[in-house]
């Protein structure tokens, strides 16, 4: 319970212990620590005796150990040797016992003494080393009361080497005979009580959730021993009076506080000793005390020990005896929150809301309930309902915000998140959601300005590093993102989001290998974290890793961009996909477009294979444009529009989950061939034929929807070179986005536009291949090019997409492509010097 709900707040444990290791421990040293728990100080000891050194630790309880094991593990920590074993007065077996680690409890405070039945361990003792040891400088013991039995094993050993001694002393009813062992032993004693809370703790958090709670601890050094470090740092107060015990003067001082039962259970409650505040509370209510306070509490501290029936059935008598007692609504509902019964938890706060129309924080949770329940509409108008009660209440200003956020009304959500902050100055943390917004909008400057406020005002917030990271990835400035990135995680060590936005930064530079380190790390803190699955995929894939990435591919059914497609064709997502291991003989398996042109186009050379794998008949609802290029090509039986009713079939496989299904691993698995070959000839796509001049067709921009748009195009007047050149006659194969840039530019009478027939894509292809040359950016027309055979020469940025790895001039996917890549970021005018360098080399003419 302390451990872990400290390391879950605060990011540490008992710190001003390790402190005082830090003082006492060097490096070389060899450590006892009896009682390791799940390693938090083990950790610390091992760093700091370094590996000239070695920490032995031992920890009975098996679920404790194996957890001391796995943190070990993943710190890559060889300096210390576990021992799942208890440690006593004698060589003997004792029980461990059962518990149940799935509820909340201070497991590290079980004891050991007297155990009849549970699981047996072995105890040994520490005298066993003394031949084993050229020496032992400190023995930590944390062993729940049975510190003395510890020590009358390890007589031998702490006489022979003298160690400093640390110790759990928290039993009064032992204290004496403990004090007096150790000074038998020739050591002098002092109180150590360090707080469990620490002000400067890692996670910045100023939630005192320990209140005053301390550990009761003896620092023990021998007589003999020399030592240079200052006890009064750590308040360390000498013991002269065995009879003397911290705990109990503290305990008369709470007799003397509380004089009534509920301020005996406040008390109880506080110490988180849950099961004596129900007692103390069922016996106020067996005198009679029975009111809506008395129930709240008891639903309260039912919730505690996770008694969710029994709470339920307390918060109703609690409304029941008292609907006037608000905090029982808070709480009711908050717990039937917690069980996911949101339905429920939100007829709870509409009760409330019916007895304090006035409370702003009744309606603005029935938001928060409404929002979790996905009515984004009615979350709103609670939010508003809280407005209209309190204007100033900016919280519930900056929930509306944060939905239209997520509706992509960004402009609506930076207005809004403004009004926050002018409504409440101080809440801070807006500023870091409106500069995200303001980034939506590619108002870089503003959201620069207003995620610096955030990072000024809160100095450790970690989503305003990563969220400025975010802004400076949009303007190319992938280095200085890194940085913002990387302090995002030192503030927050588990922040996924943070990690996955690094992984960004480095991949825009080219650092693949660690982006995808930083990749797997999002997803080891957050393994359900879509988008960095998706991103890990296109890295690997980048790398060539194909099996991992198309494994990791398959995440993107579960992205935000892809669920409007599979709620528009239900149909067919009802049915069962095809997997590697589907028995499909002499089925209908229908594989169906889902992304762009180029997708489709690129992934169809895999669909032979599937037909021969699973002896199936293929059909394939493809995109309207790509129907009729795929008629009788790719070994497909029947191809059929997407845009018309869908054909019977038994299972279905999205077109680019073809690689996956098929186990493809390495890149001879890619056929580089021509494999769209039967187009007859179109007699209306007819070139000219005039005396020395070369066709070449052009294309420069691609879709606006497509991923990394902005990275792909440039500008049709890097052609002019080309165009204006007699040797040549240039073709525009630009449909849609970009086609109006010839008319812009004027070179309508140099342009040879037919893009008009262009209609689909079977048309485009019968055209290219009456080409000498296609060059084009990195879009449709180039996957296009490269399924028929056609001379290719695509253009890229520096890091493109995945398709194109990040360097070389061939492409493993098709035999007649030539890629010519951007030599410095976002520079397009090397790319043109090399390509116009290889069309005069290539057609021999002068540009």
Same mark, same amino acid.
């Given at each position: 319970?302390?451990?872990?709900?400290?390391?879950?707040?605060?990011?540490?444990?008992?710190?001003?212990?390790?402190?005082?290791?830090?003082?006492?421990?060097?490096?070389?040293?060899?450590?006892?620590?009896?009682?390791?728990?799940?390693?938090?100080?083990?950790?610390?000891?091992?760093?700091?005796? &370094?590996?000239?050194?070695?920490?032995?630790?031992?920890?009975?309880?098996?679920?404790?150990?194996?957890?001391?094991?796995?943190?070990?593990?993943?710190?890559?920590?060889?300096?210390?040797?576990?021992?799942?074993?208890?440690?006593?007065?004698?060589?003997?077996?004792?029980?461990?016992?059962? !518990?149940?680690?799935?509820?909340?409890?201070?497991?590290?405070?079980?004891?050991?003494?007297?155990?009849?039945? $549970?699981?047996?361990?072995?105890?040994? &003792?520490?005298?066993?080393?003394?031949?084993?040891?050229?020496?032992? @400088?400190?023995?930590?013991?944390?062993?729940?009361?049975?510190?003395?039995?510890?020590?009358?094993?390890?007589?031998?050993?702490?006489? /022979?080497?003298?160690?400093?001694?640390?110790?759990?002393?928290?039993?009064?009813?032992?204290?004496?005979?403990?004090?007096?062992?150790?000074?038998?032993?020739?050591?002098?004693?002092?109180?150590?009580?360090?707080?469990?809370?620490?002000?400067?703790?890692?996670?910045?958090?100023?939630?005192?959730?320990?209140?005053?709670?301390?550990?009761?601890?003896?620092?023990?050094?021998?007589?003999?021993?020399?030592?240079?470090?200052?006890?009064?740092?750590?308040?360390?107060?000498?013991?002269?009076?065995?009879? #003397?015990?911290?705990?109990?003067?503290?305990?008369?001082?709470?007799?003397?506080?509380?004089?009534?039962? !509920?301020?005996?259970?406040?008390?109880?409650?506080?110490?988180?000793?849950?099961?004596?505040?129900?007692?103390?509370?069922?016996?106020?209510?067996?005198?009679?005390?029975?009111?809506?306070?008395?129930?709240?509490?008891?639903? #309260?501290?039912?919730?505690?020990?996770?008694?969710?029936?029994?709470?339920?059935?307390?918060?109703?008598?609690?409304?029941?005896?008292?609907?006037?007692?608000?905090?029982?609504?808070?709480?009711?509902?908050?717990?039937?929150? =917690?069980?996911?019964?949101?339905?429920?938890?939100?007829?709870?706060?509409?009760?409330?809301?019916?007895?304090?129309?006035?409370?702003?924080?009744? +309606?603005?949770?029935?938001?928060?309930?409404?929002?979790? !329940? =996905?009515?984004?509409?009615?979350?709103?108008?609670?939010?508003?309902?809280?407005?209209?009660?309190?204007? /100033?209440?900016?919280?519930?200003?900056?929930?509306?915000?944060?939905?239209?956020?997520?509706?992509?009304?960004?402009?609506?959500?930076? @207005?809004?998140?403004?009004?926050?902050?002018?409504?409440?100055?101080?809440?801070?943390?807006?500023?870091?959601?409106? =500069?995200?917004?303001?980034?939506?909008?590619?108002?870089?400057?503003?959201?620069?300005? %207003?995620?610096?406020?955030?990072?000024?005002?809160?100095?450790?917030?970690?989503?305003?590093?990563?969220?400025?990271?975010?802004?400076?990835?949009?303007?190319?400035?992938?280095?200085? %993102?890194?940085?913002?990135?990387?302090?995002?995680?030192?503030?927050?060590?588990? $922040?996924?989001?943070?990690?996955?936005?690094?992984?960004?930064?480095?991949?825009?530079? =080219?650092?693949?290998?660690? %982006?995808?380190?930083?990749?797997?790390?999002?997803?080891?803190?957050?393994?359900?974290?879509?988008?960095?699955? #998706?991103?890990?995929?296109? %890295?690997?894939?980048?790398?060539?890793?194909?099996?991992? $990435?198309?494994?990791?591919?398959?995440?993107?059914?579960?992205?935000?961009?892809?669920?409007?497609?599979?709620?528009?064709?239900?149909?067919?997502?009802?049915?069962?996909?095809?997997?590697?291991?589907?028995?499909?003989?002499?089925?209908?398996?229908?594989? +169906?477009?889902?992304?762009?042109?180029?997708?489709?186009?690129?992934?169809?050379?895999?669909?032979?294979?599937?037909?021969?794998?699973?002896?199936?008949?293929?059909?394939?609802?493809?995109?309207?444009?790509?129907?009729?290029?795929?008629?009788?090509?790719?070994?497909?039986?029947?191809?059929?529009?997407?845009? *018309?009713?869908?054909?019977?079939?038994?299972?279905?496989?999205?077109?680019?989950?073809?690689?996956?299904?098929?186990?493809?691993?390495?890149?001879?698995?890619?056929?580089?061939?021509?494999?769209?070959?039967?187009?007859?000839?179109?007699?209306?796509?007819?070139?000219?034929?005039?005396?020395?001049?070369?066709?070449?067709?052009?294309?420069?921009?691609?879709?606006?929807?497509?991923?990394?748009?902005?990275?792909?195009?440039?500008?049709?007047?890097?052609?002019?070179?080309?165009?204006?050149?007699?040797?040549?006659?240039?073709?525009?194969?630009?449909? $849609?986005?970009?086609?109006?840039?010839?008319?812009?530019?004027?070179?309508?009478?140099?342009?040879?536009?037919?893009?008009?027939?262009?209609?689909?894509?079977?048309?485009?292809?019968?055209?290219? *291949?009456?080409?000498?040359?296609?060059?084009?950016?990195?879009?449709?027309?180039?996957?296009?090019?490269?399924?028929?055979?056609?001379?290719?020469? &695509?253009?890229?940025?520096?890091?493109?997409?995945?398709?194109?790895?990040?360097?070389?001039?061939?492409?493993?996917?098709?035999?007649?492509?030539?890629?010519?890549?951007?030599?410095?970021?976002?520079?397009?005018?090397?790319?043109?010097?090399?390509?116009?360098?290889?069309?005069?080399?290539?057609?021999?003419?002068? !540009?």
């Amino acid at each position: 319970m302390y451990i872990g709900k400290s390391i879950e707040e605060y990011g540490e444990f008992s710190i001003h212990e390790a402190n005082l290791f830090e003082k006492i421990c060097k490096e070389g040293d060899i450590v006892f620590e009896v009682g390791s728990n799940i390693g938090t100080h083990t950790q610390i000891l091992s760093q700091i005796v &370094t590996n000239k050194g070695r920490v032995i630790a031992f920890e009975p309880q098996r679920l404790a150990f194996q957890t001391l094991c796995a943190n070990l593990a993943i710190n890559s920590i060889t300096n210390v040797d576990a021992y799942n074993q208890a440690v006593g007065q004698k060589i003997d077996k004792i029980n461990v016992p059962d !518990l149940d680690y799935s509820k909340s409890n201070n497991f590290g405070g079980i004891s050991l003494q007297n155990i009849q039945n $549970g699981k047996e361990v072995y105890q040994r &003792t520490l005298d066993e080393f003394i031949n084993k040891l050229s020496h032992l @400088d400190f023995l930590k013991i944390d062993v729940e009361g049975m510190e003395i039995d510890v020590l009358l094993g390890a007589k031998k050993i702490v006489s /022979k080497f003298k160690p400093i001694i640390y110790l759990e002393n928290d039993r009064q009813e032992k204290s004496e005979k403990l004090i007096k062992l150790m000074w038998s032993m020739g050591y002098k004693l002092y109180w150590h009580l360090p707080p469990l809370y620490n002000l400067d703790n890692f996670f910045s958090n100023s939630n005192n959730i320990f209140e005053n709670i301390v550990s009761v601890n003896m620092f023990c050094i021998h007589e003999s021993l020399k030592y240079d470090f200052d006890l009064n740092e750590f308040n360390l107060k000498e013991i002269t009076d065995a009879l #003397f015990h911290p705990m109990s003067q503290k305990k008369l001082e709470k007799e003397k506080e509380y004089k009534v039962k !509920l301020k005996e259970y406040e008390d109880a409650y506080r110490n988180r000793d849950y099961q004596k505040a129900l007692n103390i509370i069922s016996s106020l209510i067996e005198k009679g005390y029975k009111n809506g306070e008395i129930y709240n509490n008891l639903g #309260f501290l039912y919730s505690k020990l996770q008694k969710w029936q029994d709470s339920v059935d307390s918060y109703q008598i609690a409304l029941r005896l008292d609907p006037n007692y608000l905090s029982s609504y808070f709480n009711f509902a908050a717990l039937l929150k =917690g069980l996911k019964r949101y339905k429920d938890a939100l007829q709870v706060y509409v009760m409330g809301v019916r007895k304090y129309p006035k409370d702003f924080n009744l +309606h603005n949770n029935i938001g928060m309930v409404y929002e979790t !329940l =996905g009515d984004d509409n009615n979350a709103i108008e609670a939010y508003k309902n809280a407005v209209r009660v309190n204007p /100033k209440f900016a919280k519930a200003i900056n929930n509306i915000a944060v939905i239209l956020y997520k509706q992509k009304r960004y402009k609506e959500s930076s @207005d809004m998140f403004e009004l926050a902050l002018k409504t409440d100055p101080n809440y801070v943390e807006v500023y870091s959601n409106l =500069g995200a917004a303001l980034n939506r909008q590619k108002r870089y400057g503003e959201s620069i300005k %207003a995620l610096e406020t955030a990072i000024e005002k809160l100095p450790k917030s970690a989503g305003a590093y990563t969220n400025l990271g975010n802004v400076y990835n949009k303007l190319f400035e992938y280095k200085k %993102a890194e940085e913002l990135h990387k302090k995002s995680i030192k503030l927050e060590p588990k $922040g996924s989001n943070a990690y996955a936005n690094l992984a960004s930064s480095l991949k825009n530079q =080219g650092l693949v290998k660690k %982006a995808i380190d930083s990749y797997r790390k999002a997803i080891t803190y957050e393994p359900s974290f879509v988008n960095a699955h #998706f991103d890990l995929s296109t %890295a690997l894939l980048t790398l060539g890793e194909f099996e991992e $990435g198309f494994l990791e591919y398959e995440w993107r059914f579960k992205k935000d961009e892809m669920i409007p497609h599979i709620v528009k064709y239900k149909e067919i997502f009802s049915k069962p996909m095809l997997t590697k291991n589907t028995n499909a003989k002499d089925k209908v398996v229908l594989i +169906h477009s889902e992304q762009g042109f180029g997708d489709s186009i690129m992934f169809a050379r895999f669909i032979p294979q599937i037909k021969e794998k699973f002896s199936c008949k293929i059909i394939f609802k493809a995109r309207d444009e790509l129907v009729e290029l795929f008629k009788n090509n790719c070994d497909i039986d029947e191809v059929y529009y997407r845009s *018309k009713p869908t054909p019977e079939f038994d299972f279905h496989l999205p077109i680019m989950s073809a690689a996956f299904v098929l186990g493809i691993k390495d890149y001879k698995d890619f056929s580089s061939s021509a494999y769209i070959n039967n187009l007859e000839d179109d007699k209306t796509l007819a070139i000219q034929k005039e005396n020395k001049k070369y066709n070449i067709g052009i294309c420069w921009s691609a879709s606006v929807t497509g991923e990394s748009y902005e990275g792909k195009v440039f500008d049709l007047k890097y052609f002019e070179p080309l165009i204006n050149s007699e040797n040549f006659n240039i073709y525009s194969l630009q449909v $849609g986005d970009g086609k109006n840039d010839i008319e812009e530019n004027c070179f309508t009478d140099k342009i040879i536009d037919i893009t008009d027939s262009l209609t689909d894509f079977k048309k485009t292809a019968i055209f290219a *291949k009456k080409l000498d040359l296609v060059i084009t950016s990195d879009t449709s027309v180039a996957h296009l090019c490269g399924a028929i055979g056609v001379k290719t020469w &695509t253009l890229l940025q520096k890091f493109p997409d995945w398709r194109w790895e990040n360097k070389g001039e061939k492409s493993y996917m098709y035999d007649s492509m030539k890629l010519i890549r951007q030599k410095h970021d976002r520079n397009w005018e090397t790319v043109f010097q090399s390509l116009f360098d290889k069309v005069q080399k290539e057609f021999k003419v002068k !540009l």
